[in-house]
């Protein structure tokens, strides 16, 4: 049973825009926190924003005013807008769901910033 369902990664450009999409069932998406982390190749695995099931929003200072998190309601998915990307967002992005008590990993998708 999965429980969340990672898309939009890709191939993109240095100073490009990619859109991903993390798509949960309808309990989950209602009733948990959901962030989205990143693992590049040879470091750890880090914080990159989370938006909470009432719209508040948060960015890890590498990623403040490049990336933008929003929730829509009507598809129980959660967006991560990454505008002006770098080499150094290339990283597989994972999404999670969150309440105090239940943790949900999706399997990532792979961004790639690269010329």
């Known amino acids: 049973q999965v429980q969340l369902v990672e898309s939009g990664g890709g191939l993109v450009q240095p100073g490009g825009s990619l859109r991903l999409s993390c798509a949960a069932s309808r309990s989950i998406f209602n009733t948990h926190t959901i962030e989205w982390h990143r693992q590049a190749p040879g470091k750890e695995r880090e914080y990159v924003a989370h938006?909470?099931?009432?719209?508040?929003?948060n960015y890890a200072d590498s990623v403040k005013d490049r990336f933008t998190i929003s929730r829509d309601g009507a598809k129980n998915t959660v967006n991560l807008r990454m505008n002006s990307l770098k080499p150094e967002d290339t990283a597989v992005y994972l999404c999670?769901?969150?309440?105090?008590?239940?943790?949900?990993w999706g399997q990532g998708t792979q961004v790639t910033v690269s010329s």
């Open positions: 938006i909470t099931t009432g719209g508040d929003t």
């Open positions: 999670k769901a969150v309440t105090w008590k239940t943790i949900y």
